[in-house]
């Protein structure tokens, strides 16, 4: 752990406490910074996923069905 004076934007630190229902300040700032590492990082395993699916030719069969879904309207 390392200790940091930052200015954080209050409004924002209030909105995740209260979210989150955290009871310290730091204890919300860890919190955001842990969601905003694991969104970042699932973003990641997706477009590794949606690029092996591209390379598989998944992609444009998926696209290919639903233009033809979307013809039988």
Known sequence: MSLAQIDIDDDALRRVMALSKARTKKEAVNLAFHFYVEQQERAARISRH?????????????????????RTR
């Open 50 to 70: 949606f690029e092996r699916a591209r390379e598989w030719g998944a992609v444009e069969d998926a696209e290919a069905l639903h233009q033809a879904e979307k």
